[in-house]
């Protein structure tokens, strides 16, 4: 099983990465393959709104995004690990998934989509927000969707955790390394 995993934060160690490790916890006897892309420390421009993926289905900009689009074609389990930023995703995350536009072209306009293997294709959303505004989970929730549906991944669990702030704080939370572990468990079984 390929599992390819994002993590959206900008801080290593902070609460998205630490959900993050726990969950490849999980997957670490059963995976084939886990592909884990920083998103922070890896070079992605913007979506350009260039149209050059409107014919073919494939981004016109050379950058580290190939590796990700080749990943993710190959993956049957997609994860995605996130802070919530101004009451969505961080812009880590949301360049990555805006330049899944390609996806978008391909599967929308071209009507091709990703084919899945014998496990199915399935998602991850892993949320974390200093305070405790709901709001910024249910925005971070429709733009993870969009994209899990983008790229051929059918179906999804969010789990998410409000009123954590500091970095590390994640470890005092009575269940979420649990949670996330759990989750990872039921994605890959
Ligand atoms: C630029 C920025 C914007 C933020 N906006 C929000 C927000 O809108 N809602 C929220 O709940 N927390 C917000 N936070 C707090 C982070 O979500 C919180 O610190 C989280 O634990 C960071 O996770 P990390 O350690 O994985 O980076 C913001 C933090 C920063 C740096």
């Known amino acids: 099983m390929n599992i390819v995993a994002f993590l959206g934060s900008p801080r290593v160690e902070g609460n998205s990465d630490i959900l993050l490790r726990e969950a490849l916890k999980a997957a670490e006897d059963t995976a084939d393959d886990v592909l884990v892309f920083r998103l922070n420390s890896m070079n992605i421009m913007p979506c350009q709104n260039c149209g050059g993926c409107d014919k073919t289905g494939v981004c016109v900009i050379n950058d580290d995004m190939q590796e990700i689009s080749r990943a993710i074609r190959e993956a049957d389990r997609v994860i995605l690990s996130s802070p919530v930023f101004f009451f969505g995703l961080s812009a ?10 390609s996806f978008w072209c391909e599967k929308y306009l071209l009507k091709k989509t990703i084919p899945s293997g014998p496990k199915g294709r399935k998602g991850l959303l892993m949320l974390v927000g200093g305070m405790k505004k709901e709001v910024g989970i ?18 999804h669990e969010t789990i998410s955790f409000l009123g954590v702030d500091a970095k590390g704080e994640i470890r005092n939370h009575p269940t979420a390394l649990y949670d996330a572990f759990d989750a990872a468990k039921r994605l890959i079984t």
Do not use: H, L, Y
């Open 92 to 101: 880590q995350s949301k360049i990555m998934i805006d330049r899944c536009q």
């Open 138 to 155: 249910q925005c971070s929730e429709v733009t993870a969707k969009a994209f899990f549906r983008t790229i051929s991944v059918p179906d």
